[in-house]
């Protein structure tokens, strides 16, 4: 059958061989040929069975039943005929229980008459029979019990016939009916039947023999094209990923082999978008770093000597004018040192030290930052979900500085009067991040005019819709959380912004 198989891809193009149709050309004869080897022994069991009408053996049987209900009914006759002679000699004679005894008169001109002349009451067996016709036993038609009927002439009237009704034993009667039409039967099952019979046999397991061909083609195909779509979709999907696409995402129905081999590709792909991402951003991250350190450096170097200069000046001089111009050039040179500090830091943040933070440690803490930059304004703390037997590891420093720069965006973002979120509650793990441990998302929430630029965009360095703001708080507090292993979003809810920290959740606080 392998043989037939490859002689067949052979034999077509090579283009044309898929991988589904080489699956098909493999499978269809596997389950067709044993489908043909049924056929064939039903055929020769069909034909054992009706060879089986021509054997000798039944035949004889046959004929040796019909032979001996035969001598039966002619043992029956010749015991009735041997009665009828015997009451026709003697009148007087006993004769068996049911059976009728009736003279009849034979008139050459009118047929059968009663002792009056009458013809009415002559019963239908009579008619057509003479009176020497009598003298054979006959069965008696009509319904009722079985009857075997002969006459015989009265002595001294030849014309008057002594006919006898001797009744039949029922049994007897039904097992030689039961032979007559069994042996009827038989042979015309065998000498009409038979080749109806044949015919029938070969129409049925034609019809049987297509219907397996259609099937085997239904699930060759089925079959075949469950396996190959997903291995060439598989095929396809690699290609391009070679390509670049790592966007590329398998959609298909799957045994339970090919479906675990689709879902690793699937999770393949996403892990390496999201590599690739993560590698842009360290690529984006590492340039804005190489940026930062060199201004903070080429803002740190003059800024001495400038300081130096303005004290001497506001030292020799009595003008308040030079005053004046001394105080606001310090209050600027103060301004960029606060921004080449900020520079630095971006450049190189402190390593974390994490421990663990539990629910309770987290509202805490959230509640010292909170009481810390909204004092004195009207701008009122709303708490919801807030599970507390959750534990994360962090760095307490480094998330309270995270915290107070939301905090005190958010302050500002409404302007000192409105409504400031904290929501805690379960999260998904990010795109390409094993599902193995559970998440917990804070998200806070203002009731301010919301985001300009959505997204990622405002946590890029420099990035900022604030007059006196350097751009640099949300960029830092995304690398503080991200190097603290969780992730930091922003998104314009339509009623103000959400920024949401996600952390691995690293166990459970038992209360």
């Not at 534990?391 to 420093?397: A, F």
Request: aromatic share 6%; with cysteine.
């Amino acid at each position: 059958m392998l043989a037939w198989v490859l002689r067949v891809d052979s034999i077509l193009p090579t283009e044309a061989i898929t991988l589904q149709r080489r699956l098909f050309f493999i499978l269809f004869p596997m389950m067709f040929l044993p489908a043909v080897g049924v056929l064939l022994l039903d055929w020769q069991r069909g034909c054992e069975h009706l060879a089986m009408l021509e054997s000798p053996g039944l035949e004889r049987s046959t004929e040796a039943g019909l032979e001996l209900a035969r001598r039966v009914l002619a043992a029956e006759k010749s015991n009735v005929q041997r009665l009828a002679r015997q009451a026709g000699a003697d009148p007087s004679l006993s004769l068996p229980e049911g059976t009728r005894r009736r003279v009849w008169r034979w008139d050459p001109e009118l047929g059968w008459v009663t002792t009056g002349g009458d013809k009415k009451a002559l019963p239908d067996y009579l008619r057509g029979r003479t009176g020497p016709d009598l003298a054979t036993a006959f069965r008696v038609p009509g319904p009722g019990i079985p009857r075997l009927a002969a006459g015989f002439p009265l002595p001294g009237d030849p014309t008057r016939y002594a006919v006898l009704e001797v009744p039949l034993d029922p049994q007897l009667a039904i097992l030689l009916e039961d032979i007559t039409q069994g042996s009827a039967g038989m042979r015309q099952l065998s000498f009409i039947y038979r080749k109806l019979l044949q015919s029938h046999l070969v129409l049925a397991l034609m019809l049987l023999a297509l219907f397996l061909l259609l099937l085997s083609l239904l699930l060759s195909h089925l079959i075949a094209r469950s396996v190959a779509r997903p291995l060439q979709q598989l095929v396809r999907g690699t290609q391009r990923v070679a390509a670049g696409d790592l966007d590329q995402r398998i959609e298909a129905d799957a045994p339970a082999e090919l479906g675990a081999l689709v879902e690793a590709f699937n999770s393949m792909t996403t892990q390496l978008r999201a590599g690739r991402r993560e590698l842009r951003k360290a690529e984006r991250l590492a340039a804005w770093q190489g940026v930062a350190r060199r201004l903070a450096h080429e803002i740190k170097n003059p800024l001495t000597p400038i300081t130096l200069a303005m004290h001497r000046i506001k030292g020799r001089s009595e003008d308040a004018t030079v005053h004046s111009c001394v105080g606001t050039v310090l209050e600027e040179a103060a301004n960029l040192e606060r921004l080449a500090d900020e520079f630095s830091m971006y450049a190189k943040l402190p390593r974390p030290r994490p421990r663990d933070l539990r629910g309770d440690d987290l509202h805490r803490l959230l509640g010292e930052v909170a009481r810390f930059y909204l004092e004195r304004t009207h701008v009122i703390c709303r708490w919801e979900g807030w599970p507390r037997e959750f534990i994360w590891r962090v760095d307490p420093g480094q998330l309270r500085q995270v915290l107070g720069n939301l905090v005190k965006n958010g302050k500002e973002a409404m302007e000192g009067e409105g409504t400031l979120l904290f929501r805690l509650e379960e999260a998904a793990a990010p795109e390409g991040v094993p599902e193995q441990r559970s998440w917990m998302r804070l998200t806070i929430q203002d009731s301010g005019p919301g985001l300009a630029d959505a997204g990622d965009a405002v946590f890029e360095p420099y990035h900022t819709s604030k007059p006196t703001g350097t751009g640099l708080g949300l960029a830092v507090s995304r690398r503080i959380i991200e190097e603290n292993g969780g992730r930091l979003t922003a998104a314009d809810t339509g009623g103000g912004a959400a920024f949401a920290i996600d952390l691995p959740v690293v166990g459970r606080s038992i209360h």
